[in-house]
């Protein structure tokens, strides 16, 4: 038992409490509070990651029942990863959305708490029930915040989001009691040993409800088929909100990591690697699909949307290949693309805001305020969005490249990433071009002035590309270290035997 | 039992896919809401269907799975409240649009479209 597990989940549990009762309190004590919540959040990831480090499983079981019995927190390098990838992402979109995108709802603040409450649950929770609530907490919230914002322009997105994604919980249930009704387990500890041991006609029922999973997994982290929703929800929604929805796709995709590599993975007897060959020539029609996507667009920000879609397939590929390299490569070049995006959605609004009514469109308007700051925030982005060097995106996409091994599977992938990569460069330099260079004559009324918060936010985490740069070493070390543990799912097994409080040890 | 049971599943959630489809609001949440009856059931049945069993192992030789009952108690809470979140939404969506088709607005019948080529033309 290890208490320190909730804290990513208390603390913005308690903290969004707390802004709930407050709506009427004045807004700089709000503000205060609630951007307080986040940076203790970043601090407790920190530390959670820091425990991780050792390689060792940490297991923190609600009302001291024994797994599988009840429901467990674990904590593992893949979990301590993500919630500091998503912390640091929300400090800085919390940051940007004091600039005053959180004005006009007393209850921002609150829904965007509980969203990365319910983020911190599905990376942390070690039960597949567990993980669907998780889900539906992190929606609930997104919903609230998709629609945040004035205006009729996100009623229809937002519809279509929340439809699309009831659909995917309806399916996520039946896929559970699929599984359940076989393995009489729902703990993914229990069910890495219990699928194994599934024979004869169960064993149909079992791969049915793992593909069905599948497909709920595929809808949240918006691979092909189920990708069309993306574009125009991300592109309508507030700049604070669609950054941190840059990890909302991320979320489907450790659910895929965790769900198939511990529970179908290679020990999973007749079912081993179920999925997995679909999920690779998928992996690449996305990205490919998010390449053509992002050389139509018309303004920026459902540039930078398709631009969500591209890295989702780039970073499946790996995963669906599953060797060691390219599954610590998936998670490097994850961490660099969920920043990057988000830095470039706060980028985009800020353009936006300076650009009179051209908006964020990508067509020639008169010359626009603060056009060097702005351009070059952009032109980081942008560098490191389609894998330039010397920014964190080139090296994340040449780890990828280098973890195939040679075969008609390296062809594939080679080529797609590669000529994707560059038709990417195509669309950025083409909306960078006319956005800031090719001006008209003509006069932007009432010239805004460029906000410190949203500035430094916005500069801060267009830089972190820089930072992931300097860390490298340590961070693909550490990625290296989590891809060897989630490839040796046995010592997860051993959270079945963890001793609980008050038990003779 | 059984065989009742799985008709009323698979009538619901085949009513809840057709009403899914529809291009109104008003039918999309109904069909939402068969349809996550019919996976409450669904998922009710994964416990084995059984009548006066007690849910406490070791007390007789059969016994009713008291899990299930647990997991459709929550899928049924979080059902029902995003239902009213939907049609709190299709109501926007109407208020909005001045129109309850899912996408806020007719989709252009292919004569319109015809007859508009036609006036540019003549134009």
């Known amino acids: ?505 | 039992m059984e065989l009742v049971f799985a008709l009323v599943i698979g009538t619901l959630t085949a009513t809840g896919v057709y009403l899914l489809l529809r291009a109104r609001t008003f039918p999309v949440v109904m069909g939402l809401t068969l349809l996550s009856y019919g996976v409450n059931l669904f998922l009710f049945s994964s416990g084995r269907l059984a009548t006066g069993q007690q849910p406490i192992l070791g007390s007789t030789e059969s016994y009713a799975d008291p899990l299930p009952q647990a997991l459709v108690l929550t899928a049924i809470v979080i059902g029902f409240a995003m239902t009213a979140f939907l049609v709190v939404m299709s109501l926007r969506n109407l208020a909005d649009n001045d129109d309850d088709h899912v996408d806020g607005k007719q989709p252009k019948r292919p004569t319109e479209d015809h007859k508009q080529e036609e006036e540019a033309r003549g134009k």
């Open chain 1, 1 to 505: 038992m290890n208490h320190w597990l909730t804290a990513p989940i208390l603390i913005p549990l308690l903290g969004g409490i707390l802004q709930t009762f407050m709506g009427y309190a004045p807004m700089p004590l709000r503000r205060t509070l609630a951007v307080a919540t986040t940076v203790l959040l970043v601090a407790a990831s920190l530390i959670l990651l820091s425990m991780a480090d050792d390689g060792s499983y940490r297991v923190y079981a609600f009302g001291n029942w024994q797994p599988p019995f009840g429901i467990v927190l674990v904590l593992d390098r893949l979990a301590a990863f993500m919630v500091v990838m998503t912390s640091v992402l929300a400090l800085f979109c919390h940051l940007f959305s004091l600039g005053g995108a959180d004005e006009g709802n007393r209850q921002f603040h609150t829904l965007f708490l509980f969203q990365i409450m319910g983020l911190n649950i599905a990376f942390l929770t070690g039960d597949l029930f567990n993980l669907f609530v998780a889900f539906e907490v992190l929606l609930i919230a997104s919903y609230g915040l998709l629609m945040h914002g004035g205006g009729t322009a996100r009623t229809v997105p937002g519809l279509h989001y929340v439809v699309l994604n009831l659909i995917g919980s309806a399916i996520f249930l039946i896929s559970v009691g699929m599984i359940y009704s076989v393995t009489g387990t729902l703990n993914m500890a229990d069910l890495a040993v219990k699928v194994p041991q599934v024979t004869g006609e169960n064993l149909q029922i079992v791969k049915a409800g793992g593909m069905m999973l599948l497909i709920v997994f595929a809808l949240k982290a918006a691979i092909l088929p189920l990708c069309f929703w993306l574009p125009r929800a991300y592109a309508n929604a507030t700049a604070p909100v669609a950054a941190l929805f840059a990890v909302m796709t991320k979320v489907g995709i450790y659910a895929i990591i965790r769900v198939y590599l511990l529970i179908f993975g290679d020990n999973a007897g007749e079912l081993a690697n179920l999925g997995m060959d679909w999920l690779f020539p998928l992996a690449l029609i996305t990205l490919a699909m998010g390449v053509i996507g992002a050389l139509g667009a018309d303004n920026l920000r459902s540039l930078i949307a398709w631009q969500v879609i591209i890295s989702v397939g780039t970073l499946l590929a790996p995963i669906a290949l599953g060797s060691r390299e390219g599954i610590s490569a998936a998670l490097f070049y994850m961490l660099s693309t969920t920043w990057t995006v988000a830095g470039l959605f706060l980028v985009a609004t800020l353009i936006a805001n300076h650009r009179g009514s051209a908006g964020d469109r990508i067509i020639t308007a008169p010359k626009m305020h603060h056009r060097t700051f702005l351009s070059v925030l952009f032109l980081i982005g942008a560098v490191a969005a389609a894998g330039l060097p010397p920014l964190s995106g080139f090296f994340g996409k040449v780890l990828i490249l280098q973890s195939v091994e040679p075969g008609t599977n390296m062809a594939w992938l080679w080529s797609v990433v590669l000529i994707g990569s560059f038709l990417t460069l195509v669309a950025y330099s083409r909306a960078g071009s006319i956005v800031f260079w090719r001006t008209v004559d003509g006069h932007l009324n009432a010239p805004d002035r460029l906000s410190g918060t949203t500035a430094v936010a916005a500069g801060a985490m267009t830089a972190l590309s820089i930072v992931i740069v300097a860390l490298a070493g340590p961070i693909n070390e550490y990625t290296d270290a989590t891809a060897a543990q989630l490839l040796d799912p046995s010592a997860y097994l051993e959270i079945l035997k963890a001793p609980m409080v008050g038990e003779d040890n």
